[in-house]
């Protein structure tokens, strides 16, 4: 098979994975394409966290009558199959079971217990292993999973809407500049995260519910950062709030953290280089006085602008993203 053809399954991979998006946490969103002789004859992808793996729904969905082409076929994974007894038997075993000639895997999973055993597993038994097909991509659709399991804290996102000439309030008071399109948009990112947090003042001063109320899901766990009451006990008001709660945060298994503010959070947040994604809410209105938006890291790069009702949307990641 070509490379070009690798990437145009992987490329459906992808595509199908991101079905899994709310109910596959905390797992990864993983896809899986089954080809024979260029034509697809099964594909699915990881639902629910506890139920089937993509590779298993994959080969649950070739028909009968297209059974006997496996020992000549490629699945394609966006994910390295696992290897190790979770809530469901290891792919690669389903794998090598159904004979399959060849398989073609996104990225390598950094879960301590897959890390390679995968891939490994799969060539001890005679299979044809080609990683890295569309790396970048399938690295980028699991970023939370990665960066818990690699960085071992959640993945941070900086969220803030401001006027155009770069003040947060209005007069130093609350002043909504979202519309009710992006409103939803930031429920919508609430639902596919696992935390929020805003500081102490934000919190005294909006009393925010932070909850999921324009759009489907689950309502992310609340935060408040606060040197008085911490968020969880075992963190020491004396000492830094920020490394301790990423600490806590990481043991309670939470992949993801949206910090909507305020001024002083987020820069708390850019000074500890504690951030993966910085999104900005910029508003067709000036406001000249009120507190300053937070100033961008230096190794903020732009990784996408969308414009919604005359309201620009600005998401920036790390530089260094990207060059493993």
Same mark, same amino acid.
């Given at each position: 098979m070509s490379e070009e053809m690798d990437k145009i399954y992987m490329r459906r991979c992808l595509q199908i994975a991101a079905n899994g998006r709310q109910n596959a946490r905390p797992n990864p969103m993983v896809g899986a394409v089954i080809v024979c002789d260029g034509r697809i004859i099964g594909e699915g992808y990881h639902v629910r966290c506890g139920e089937g793996h993509a590779e298993v729904n994959a080969f649950a969905s070739v028909k009968k009558a297209d059974e006997h082409l496996l020992p000549?076929?490629?699945?394609?994974?966006?994910?390295?199959? $696992?290897?190790?007894?979770?809530?469901?038997p290891p792919c690669a075993d389903l794998i090598v079971s159904k004979g399959v000639k060849r398989v073609v895997v996104g990225c390598v999973d950094p879960f301590a217990e897959v890390s390679g055993r995968g891939i490994r597993k799969l060539r001890d038994a005679g299979i044809e292993v080609t990683v890295g097909v569309l790396e970048e991509e399938c690295r980028i659709l699991n970023s939370r999973f990665m960066t818990f399991n690699e960085k071992h804290r959640p993945y941070i996102i900086l969220k803030w809407a401001q006027s155009l000439d770069g003040y947060i309030d209005k007069d130093f008071k609350p002043f909504v500049f979202s519309t009710a399109f992006t409103q939803m948009l930031s429920h919508k990112l609430r639902a596919e995260n696992d935390a929020i947090l805003v500081g102490h003042t934000t919190a005294l001063r909006d009393n925010p519910s932070l909850t999921v109320r324009? *759009? *489907?899901?689950?309502n992310p766990m609340r935060l408040i950062l606060n040197s008085k009451e911490p968020c969880f006990p075992e963190i020491d008001p004396?000492?830094?709030?920020?490394?301790?709660?990423?600490? $806590?945060?990481?043991?309670?298994?939470?992949?993801?953290?949206?910090?909507?503010?305020?001024?002083?959070?987020?820069?708390?947040?850019?000074?500890?280089?504690? *951030?993966?994604?910085?999104?900005?809410?910029?508003?067709?209105?000036?406001?000249?006085?009120?507190?300053?938006?937070?100033?961008?890291?230096p190794n903020a790069v732009i990784s996408g602008i969308e414009s919604y009702d005359g309201n620009v949307i600005t998401t920036y990641i790390q530089a260094s993203v990207g060059h493993h």
């Open positions: 000549q076929s490629t699945i394609y994974v966006s994910l390295e199959p $696992c290897s190790h007894y979770g809530k469901t324009r *759009w *489907w899901g689950k004396t000492l830094p709030m920020i490394p301790q709660l990423m600490e $806590c945060l990481y043991k309670r298994k939470v992949q993801s953290l949206i910090v909507e503010g305020g001024a002083i959070t987020h820069r708390k947040f850019i000074e500890a280089g504690l *951030w993966d994604e910085i999104r900005v809410e910029t508003a067709p209105v000036t406001v000249s006085q009120g507190t300053a938006s937070p100033s961008l890291p």
